[in-house]
């Protein structure tokens, strides 16, 4: 299984929206409802975002949002905050495993 | 309050054989699938494997099939992730973490990471 397609870097001011890629095939993305979404700020352990396409769990802001269409999924940070500022990554189930996406940098700026 | 509680870093030498472990409390141990993944320095996240602590079933991803052992011991509430032969390639920071959903497939809760260092 190959790695999820993320673009390496996103950016964006204070307040604005951003999204972030996820790419992958009809093996994975395409055939299952299972993606997730992590954060992780440098030194830490990744946290839950989203899970199953657009689900939020508990105690995550409603600022982020996850979609999908074909074969890539999508993460949407609305209102950005200098928090967001971190390493993100997309996962998606695939044939009784699991695949993560090559991450991608958010940078406020 | 869910917990995992992974062991403290390594540092070993290749050749040397380890053995990390990851305890959780808080839940029900038997009842969540418990998953490893990989960190190495300054690079993504790349999923392990899996296991089901009430039966010990177990699925590798095809990167790390032979290459390291899960287990678990649900009498305390522990999985491990093993290795018989390091290699300075095993140089990372490895997570363990619980897993909910369909198949399952994703991860709500996660331990701290050990950070083990292969090194002659």
């Known amino acids: 299984q190959s790695a999820l397609t993320q673009p390496a870097s996103v950016s964006g001011s204070p307040g604005q929206s951003i999204t972030i890629s996820c790419t992958g095939t009809s093996s994975d993305v395409g055939s299952y409802n299972y993606v997730s979404w992590y954060q992780q700020h440098p030194g830490k352990a990744p946290k839950l975002m989203i899970y199953d396409v657009s689900n939020r769990p508990s105690g995550v802001s409603n600022r982020f949002s996850g979609s999908k269409s074909g074969n890539t999924a999508s993460l949407t940070i609305s209102g950005l905050q200098a928090e967001d500022e971190a390493d993100y990554y997309c996962?998606?189930?695939?044939?009784?495993?699991?695949?993560f996406g090559t991450g991608t940098k958010v940078t406020v700026l | 309050e869910v917990q995992l509680v992974q062991s403290g870093a390594e540092v070993k030498k290749p050749g040397e054989s380890l053995k990390i472990s990851c305890k959780g409390s808080g839940y029900s141990f038997t009842s969540y699938w418990i998953g490893w993944v990989r960190q190495m320095p300054g690079k993504g996240l790349e999923w392990m494997g899996i296991i089901y602590p009430d039966d010990s079933n177990t699925r590798y991803s095809p990167s790390f099939q032979g290459q390291v052992t899960i287990s678990a011991d649900k009498s305390i509430s522990t999985a491990y992730l093993q290795w018989s032969r390091l290699r300075a390639s095993d140089t990372a920071m490895y997570y363990c973490?619980?897993?909910?959903?369909?198949?399952?497939?994703?991860?709500?809760?996660w331990g701290q990471g050990t950070l083990v260092t292969v090194s002659s």
């Open positions: 973490a619980r897993l909910k959903g369909s198949y399952p497939s994703f991860c709500d809760y």
């Open positions: 996962s998606s189930y695939t044939s009784s495993t699991t695949v």
